[in-house]
């Protein structure tokens, strides 16, 4: 089944004329800008940001051995993620699936955008079900969300499922990859040429250390970009942001080394984890992050904030009872929360 991209898109930005900033009207090299109405005297920031990211992309490009053309870069993924919504579902109309428990933003974005939403259960060990996926779907289905490896779950779904749900799936499938440079899984990027409806979506602010830059990356179909591009927003990304992220994908020495170490750290505290008396049960984690189930969660996540260490509340997600998810730290972090977490199960079994 051959899908057109363009069936699927909204038909108001399909008839739309995008806005055309002066920065994208002349591209060329000069010497004198007299066009975008800027504060003509030199300083750093005077002139407007290439709105397209061209320099950045090429990066990106070489990095991840993909064209520029099949990338799209957001102030963040949460811009993307938004982005892809309203690009093809119509308010009240159209409807977006997405798993359940995963990253909170599909949901958010589809209430934003107040489309229609249909969440797809995890099973047991939040495992996915294939058939769920793609299950009575109508024309109104437009977009599928799937996270893997899944925020917060952090396991990844396996591969050749994923490629078989984007093939059944008559709709855009996004595969959230946030956590993709944490995981023994491949990346579906090396697959892109084969879906025309896949769009992947990478970041900068987990493994790369950078989230206070707002830089997410979408890997997709040149059709899918080009109509991304013509409704974001002209100057999404600024002078600043597109440098600072530019010099840090050039040198990834420095996120590969301290990517290694989260990894040996995963490993390294599992097993300890597991064998305190206060865990009742860990799940084996693909990304930089554990959930972990207690005996009484609410108990445990005072106990360490009186201890000057804050992890998340996950316990109100349906297969997440009492359950706190826990970012793997440096390894003298992580050796405060195995010491402060020892500490707490000594003092329950004295106390019972
Ligand atoms: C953290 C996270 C993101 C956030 O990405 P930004 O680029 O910081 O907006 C996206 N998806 C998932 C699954 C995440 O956990």
Redesign the pocket.
Known sequence: MTIDISDLVRPSVKRLKPFSSARAEYEGSAEVFLDANENPFDSTFNRYPDPFQKSLKEVISSLKNVSSSNIFLGN????IIDIIVRTFCEPRKDRVRYIHP??G?YEVVADINDVLKKSIPLGSEFKLSKEICTSDQTEIDKILFL?SPN?PTGNSLPKDDLLDIISDFKGIVVV?E??IDFSEEESLIKDLDQYPNLII?Q????AYGA?GL???MAFASEKIISYLNKIKPPYNIGTVTQNLAESLLKDSAKAIKEIDIIKSERQRIFQVLADMKVVKKIYPSDANFFLIQFENALKVLKYLQGQDIIVRDRSKLPGCEECLRVTIGTPEENDRLLQVLKKYTYAESTVY
């Open positions: 963040g993924s949460d811009e995963s990253f933003m996270c925020n959230d946030a956590y979506l970041t900068l602010s987990k989230a707002r830089i997410g």
